[in-house]
């Protein structure tokens, strides 16, 4: 005869179960969204352990250039950019999207407090079909 299994065992066994369910859940999550994520096409120049020289083909951006700190800049400039994104400020489609943020050169050479937010369209994506009118 087998022993009846304890408040304390049964709660254990639902918290494990439970555990699993959302660990399950998270992998599928990060699944689906990786998998919708396109990655721009480069070319290694040169290699040094986990860095790497790239070569990227031309790739079309939008982008907004705005001063401040970098957090400042970077918060000022995601509003345009996601209005456009999602057509709130425009005709057309939404657009999916990458997004980064990186000073820009220019902005680097003068030493000023100035941050580019841009987006990269996907591949299939022309500047004619991208363009703000």
Known sequence: MSKPVSKAGRML?????GLLVAVIGLIGFWYVQTRNV?????????AD???E??????????EVIRTGSR??????????LARY??????????HAVGLYAR?????IR???????????PPRHHTLQRLVVE
Request: positive net charge; charged residues 25%.
């Open 13 to 17: 066994v639902y918290f494990g179960l």
């Open 103 to 107: 000073p820009p050169a220019e902005a």
């Open 38 to 46: 396109e990655i721009a096409r480069y070319e290694v120049l040169q």
């Open 85 to 94: 994104i999602f057509a709130q400020e425009r005709g057309g489609e939404n």
């Open 110 to 120: 003068r030493r000023r407090e100035a941050h580019r937010t841009a987006a990269r």
């Open 71 to 80: 957090d400042q800049a970077v918060r000022a400039g995601f509003g345009p």
């Open 53 to 62: 020289l790239r070569a990227y083909p031309p790739l079309i951006v939008a």
């Open 49 to 51: 352990g986990a860095i």
